[in-house]
C-alpha cells in the first residue's frame, strides 16, 4: 500500500518534517495580547452558583404570632447582586449567634424571581414560623433586627416547574408555611415568567393561621383564573370551606376543576406529619405515575440518643480539631455549633453539598439520605441528615 | 511543612492522573480541586431516581486485555484496571442527518464488520476503507515509535517503516480520504465521530481522526458500570493510599514565579496558604493560568502568550439529562449512540454549530449497554452538543438563563423525535440541562469550553506531539488535560495527564 496526498509523495514527507516548524512560525506570528480574566459566561455562572451570598435583612414584617417574614437583600460590600432562582427554589441561611456558633437551615423564598432584579434594590423575601426548641427560628424571631447581616447558599431545591416534565395543570399541596415556595410560583404565573395553570390546596389549622392572605387574593384576581387557593381547615369549620386534612378524594375534587382536566402534577410542600400522610395514604390512591408527584421534604429528626461522641475533623491543610457531638444533633450541626463552617444547602440529605468523608466510627442517617454507589464504597457520608453513633473521625471541605 | 514536589492544579482527568502518577513515583504531590469532588466534567449527579453520567460517552484507546489500547495499559500500569468495571458499548454509532431521511445509518464495531456494512451503504468503497484502517494500524505503530522515540525520531527508520504515516500526517481529513479515492457517502458516514473532537474534517488532522476511529472500531468502546465518578474517585482514592494530598473546595488563586530563573516558586491558594513548589502541572488551560493566576503579567513571557493567542477555544458545552419512565423497548430505541445531523458535511454542521438554534446533537441512550443503568421501565437519555463562538453569550442575558434553558432543550428534544421517529416528550420525569454555563461553573474552564482548544490545522494532536517537548516558556510549569499535547477527550486527557507527569518527574531528577 502506498498512500499518496500531495502530486508527490516525498514532498508530503518533507511537509510532515516541517510540521513542528510551521507551528512554531504560527505561534510566532500569534499575538502578544494578555490573556482575558473574565468571561460572559462564567461571570454569569458566578452570578447563578455563588458559594455564598452575604446578605442584610432590610425589613422584618410579623406574618402572625410565631411567624415573620424577612426582606433579604446584598450587602453591596461584599456583593453587587443576588443569584436568580426558579419559583420554588429555598435559600440555605447561615447566621451566627451570641457564642459565635453558626446555625444553619432552609427557607422557601416567598418573593418572586422577577423581584431579585428589582430596579431599585433586589431582594429575597423568606417566611419563618417558629419551630419548638428550633434554634435557628427562634433566633430569628426573637433577636435578629433590621440591618443585621447574614450569609446563605446560592438558591436551590427541585419543587419547580418545567413545562417538559409536568403537567400543565399543577395542584399544590401546602401545609402552613409550606404555602411559601407556592406563593413565589403564583406570583411568577401572573408575572408571565411562569405559565401553567396553579390550584393550591392550603391546608391550615384555622382562619387565623392563614399567610398572605391578601397578597394571594390579589394575585387570583391578576391571574386571569390561571391560580386558585382553597383553604382546608384542619381545626375549623366555615361554611363553603373546606375542612379535615387534604386527602385524595378533595385533591380528585380540584383536579376536576381544570378546563382540560387530562392530567395533573402534584407539588407538595409542608411538614413532615402532613408530607408522610399524603405520601403514605393518600397519593397512592390516585394511581398517578412518579413524574407527577413532586414533594418537597421537610427535615427529619433522629432523636433517642442522648449520649456525647468526640467528633474528629480533619481538613486537609488545617490541625485536627476534636468537637463534641450530641447523639440527636446531625453531624452537621455539631460543626456548626462550633463554627466549623462546610457547604451545605438542602439540609435533608440529598444535595450533596456537605459530603464529607468518613474515616472512622458509626453513625445513622435519615431515610432521605440520597448518596450513590460510588460514595458508598469510598465511605462519604452527607452530615447534614447523619447522626453519631459513636466517637468519628471526619474529613470535611470547609468554605 | 508547606512544600511539594508537584503542586497539580485542577482534579480533571489530566490531573488526577498526572497526580496519581507522581504520588506512585514517590513525590511529594499536591492535588488542588476547587469542586468538592474529583473528576472535572468526569463525574455523575442523581435527580430523583435516576443516577445520570454528566460527561462520558465511551472510552477510546481501552479495549480488552487481548487486544488492548494505550489507556489500558496505563490504567493496567497504576493498578486501576482491577478497581473498575467496564462493559462494552453495544455497537460504533447509528447516524441520522435531518434533510435527508435516506441517511440513516448504524456501524458495527470490528474493522471488517464496518467494511462490510460500509459497502452495503455504499458500494465500491470497500478498498478504500480498508486502505483507511490500514492507514490507522500505520498510524499506531508509528505513533508508538514516535513516543518511545521521545522526540528525537529517526527520519530513516520513519521514512522506511511508516511512509504512510508520514505522507499523509501533514494533511487534515478530507484531502487524505479524497487521496485515497473513498466515495463521497462513505466519507460522511466515516467522519460521523467528527464531533467527538469538536473540529470538521477540512480542519481536523487527517492522523488524529483516523487513529480514533482506528482504535474504536478495533477496540470497541467501553464505559464503566457506575459511571465516570468511578473511575475519577478510584483515581483520587488511590493518590491518597499513595501518599498524595488533595485539597478539595479550594483554589490556586495564584502561581508565583521566580523572575530571574523564570521558574515557578509556589502556589498561592484562595485562603491565603502559600505553598512551596517548583513544579505546577495545570489541568487549567494556559488561558487560565495566563489570564488570571500569574498576578503580574509581566512574569508571563511574550512567547507563552502568543502560545496561547494561537490557540482558539474550542466548542462549548451543551447538555441535556433525561429520565424517562418507560424502557428503551416500550420506547423502541435500539442503539447506544445516536449522530443526528443537519447534514452529514462535518464542514457545514461546523458553521451551523454557530447557531444557537441548532440542534445537531449525540444523544446516548445508557440502557443499551448497561440494562440497569436506572430502574426497571425507566430509561436514561443524554444529549451533548456545541456551541461555537459568542452565539451562546448573544441570547445569554442575566435575566433569562431559565427560559433559554427550557428553549434549548425543546429544540433539542424536538430534532431527536423527529430524527428517529421515537416520542419521548410525555415520559419525561426528570429533567436536568447543561449549557457552557454549567461546566462553567464546576470547572471554571473559559467560555464553559469542554473541549480544550480547538483542534485545527497546526493545532492539531500530531503538531502538538511533535513541540511538545519545546513548548514551555516558564520553568516547572507544564500543562495536561483538553487545552494540552493530546487535545480533549477523556483518553487523551488522562494520556496527557500522564506525560505531564513525566515530563515533571524528568525535571525533579534534573533539580537534585
Known amino acids: 500500500m502506498k498512500v499518496k496526498v500531495g502530486l508527490f509523495g516525498l514532498g508530503d514527507m518533507l511537509k510532515f518534517k516541517h510540521l513542528g516548524d510551521n507551528r512554531e512560525k504560527a505561534i510566532e506570528e500569534a499575538s502578544e495580547q494578555e490573556l482575558p480574566c473574565s468571561y460572559k459566561a462564567n461571570d454569569i455562572a458566578r452570578l447563578y452558583h455563588p458559594y455564598k451570598q452575604y446578605l442584610i435583612i432590610k425589613d422584618i414584617i410579623k406574618e402572625n404570632e410565631d411567624t415573620k417574614s424577612f426582606i433579604l437583600v446584598a450587602d453591596k460590600s461584599k ?3 443576588l443569584a ?12 451566627h449567634d451570641k457564642d459565635n456558633s453558626l446555625l444553619s437551615r432552609t427557607y422557601s423564598i416567598v418573593s418572586s424571581p422577577k423581584e431579585v432584579f428589582d430596579s431599585n434594590e433586589g431582594f429575597y423575601k423568606i417566611t419563618i414560623k417558629r419551630v419548638d426548641n428550633g434554634a435557628l427560628s427562634n433566633f430569628m424571631l426573637d433577636k435578629a433586627t433590621i440591618g443585621m447581616k447574614l450569609e446563605s447558599s446560592e438558591p436551590g431545591g427541585f419543587l419547580t416547574y ?14 402552613g408555611v409550606g404555602i411559601t415556595p407556592f406563593v413565589s410560583m403564583a406570583k411568577a404565573i401572573v408575572e408571565g415568567i411562569e405559565d401553567f395553570n396553579l390550584t393550591i390546596l392550603y391546608g391550615v389549622r384555622t382562619s387565623k393561621d392563614i399567610l398572605y392572605k391578601d397578597e394571594l387574593l390579589d394575585i387570583i384576581n391578576k391571574s386571569n383564573n390561571k391560580v386558585k387557593v382553597i383553604h382546608v381547615f384542619s381545626d375549623e369549620k366555615l361554611d363553603n370551606e373546606e375542612h379535615g386534612f387534604i386527602t385524595s378524594e378533595l385533591i380528585s375534587k380540584y383536579a376536576s376543576k381544570f378546563s382540560d382536566n387530562s392530567n395533573y402534577s402534584i407539588f407538595v410542600a409542608g411538614p413532615t406529619l402532613m408530607i408522610d400522610n399524603l405520601r403514605n395514604n393518600e397519593l397512592p390512591k390516585l394511581n398517578l405515575l412518579p413524574k407527577y408527584i413532586r414533594i418537597e421534604n421537610s427535615p427529619l429528626y433522629l432523636d433517642g440518643d442522648s449520649n456525647v461522641y468526640n467528633i474528629k475533623i480533619i481538613t486537609k491543610g488545617k490541625e485536627p480539631l476534636v468537637i463534641k457531638a450530641k447523639g440527636n444533633e446531625t453531624i452537621l450541626e455539631a460543626l456548626e455549633r462550633n463554627n466549623v463552617m462546610i457547604r451545605s444547602k438542602c439540609h435533608l440529605g440529598g444535595c450533596g453539598y456537605c459530603r464529607s468523608r468518613l474515616i472512622k466510627g458509626e453513625y445513622a442517617s435519615t431515610k432521605y439520605l440520597k448518596l450513590n454507589e460510588v460514595d458508598k464504597k469510598f465511605n462519604y457520608i452527607h452530615p447534614c441528615c447523619s447522626y453519631p453513633r459513636s466517637d468519628l473521625e471526619i474529613e470535611v471541605f470547609e468554605y | 511543612m508547606n512544600s511539594f514536589d508537584c503542586v497539580v492544579i485542577g482534579a480533571g482527568n489530566g490531573g488526577l492522573i498526572a497526580s496519581l502518577r507522581l504520588a506512585k513515583s514517590g513525590k511529594k504531590v499536591l492535588l488542588v480541586e476547587r469542586h468538592i469532588l474529583p473528576g472535572g466534567f468526569a463525574t455523575s449527579f442523581s435527580r430523583g431516581r435516576f443516577n445520570f453520567e454528566a460527561s462520558l460517552h465511551e472510552l477510546c484507546d481501552f479495549g480488552h486485555e487481548e487486544n488492548h489500547g494505550n489507556l489500558y495499559t496505563l490504567f493496567k500500569e497504576l493498578d486501576l484496571l482491577d478497581k473498575i468495571e467496564f462493559v462494552d458499548v ?77 505522507r499523509v500526517a501533514p494533511y487534515n481529513v478530507d484531502p487524505v480520504l479524497n487521496a485515497i479515492k473513498m466515495p463521497k457517502k462513505a466519507q460522511d458516514i466515516l467522519n460521523t465521530y467528527w464531533s467527538y473532537l469538536g473540529a470538521p474534517s477540512s480542519k481536523l488532522g487527517f492522523i488524529h481522526y483516523c487513529i480514533m476511529v482506528y482504535l474504536y472500531v ?36 495564584e502561581i508565583l514565579i521566580d523572575k530571574d530563573k523564570n521558574e515557578v516558586k509556589g502556589v498561592v491558594l484562595d485562603d491565603g496558604t502559600i505553598i512551596n513548589t517548583k513544579h505546577v502541572i495545570s489541568n487549567a488551560s494556559p488561558h487560565s493560568v495566563y489570564g488570571h493566576m500569574i498576578k503580574d503579567t509581566n512574569l508571563i513571557p511574550k512567547k507563552a502568550l502568543q502560545r496561547a493567542n494561537f490557540s482558539t477555544l474550542s466548542g462549548r458545552g451543551f447538555s441535556l439529562f433525561l429520565g424517562l419512565n418507560k424502557s428503551k423497548e416500550e420506547l423502541g430505541l435500539k442503539e447506544y449512540s445516536y449522530f443526528i445531523y443537519n447534514s452529514l458535511d462535518s464542514n457545514k454542521e461546523f458553521e451551523s454549530m454557530h447557531n444557537i438554534n441548532n440542534t445537531s446533537q449525540v444523544v446516548v441512550c445508557l440502557n443499551n449497554a448497561l440494562p440497569n443503568a436506572s430502574l426497571k421501565g425507566t430509561t436514561i437519555l443524554y444529549f451533548t452538543s456545541l456551541f461555537f463562538g459568542d452565539c451562546f453569550d448573544k441570547a445569554l442575558t442575566k435575566e433569562n438563563y431559565f427560559e433559554l434553558k427550557d428553549k434549548l432543550a425543546k429544540n433539542f428534544i424536538k430534532t431527536f423525535e423527529k430524527a428517529t421517529g421515537v416520542e419521548i416528550t410525555p415520559y419525561i420525569e426528570e429533567i436536568e440541562v447543561a449549557t457552557p454555563l454549567t461546566y462553567a461553573h464546576y470547572t471554571d474552564s473559559p467560555d464553559g469550553t469542554i473541549y480544550g482548544y480547538l483542534t485545527a490545522d497546526l493545532d492539531n494532536m500530531m503538531p502538538r506531539l511533535m513541540r511538545m517537548y519545546n513548548e514551555d516558556y516558564i520553568n516547572g510549569l507544564k500543562f495536561c488535560g483538553g487545552h494540552a499535547m493530546r487535545s480533549s477527550g477523556y483518553n487523551s486527557s488522562y494520556l496527557s495527564g500522564d506525560l505531564a507527569a513525566k515530563f515533571t518527574l524528568g525535571d525533579l531528577k534534573k533539580d537534585n
Open chain 1, 79 to 81: 456583593q453587587k447582586e
Open chain 1, 162 to 175: 418545567n413545562s417538559l416534565r409536568d403537567s400543565k395543570n399543577v395542584i399544590a399541596l401546602a401545609g
Open chain 2, 90 to 166: 453495544p455497537e460504533a454509532f447509528r447516524v441520522i442527518s435531518l434533510s435527508n431521511k435516506e441517511d440513516d445509518y448504524v456501524m458495527p464495531f470490528g474493522i471488517e464488520n464496518f467494511i462490510n456494512k460500509m459497502e452495503e451503504y455504499v458500494p465500491n468503497s470497500r478498498k478504500s476503507m480498508r486502505t483507511f484502517f490500514e492507514l490507522g494500524k500505520e498510524i499506531q505503530d508509528a505513533m508508538r515509535y514516535l513516543n518511545e522515540a521521545k522526540g528525537h525520531p529517526d527520519s530513516k527508520v520513519l521514512m522506511k517503516k511508516y511512509p504512510n504515516f508520514m
Open chain 2, 218 to 253: 478495533s477496540l470497541k468502546a467501553q464505559i464503566p458500570t457506575k459511571r465516570s465518578h468511578n473511575i475519577s474517585m478510584t483515581i483520587a482514592d488511590e493518590i491518597i493510599k499513595n501518599g498524595g494530598t488533595i485539597y478539595y473546595g479550594r483554589e490556586v488563586d
Open chain 1, 84 to 95: 436568580p432562582f426558579k419559583a420554588g427554589s429555598y435559600l440555605s441561611i447561615y447566621v
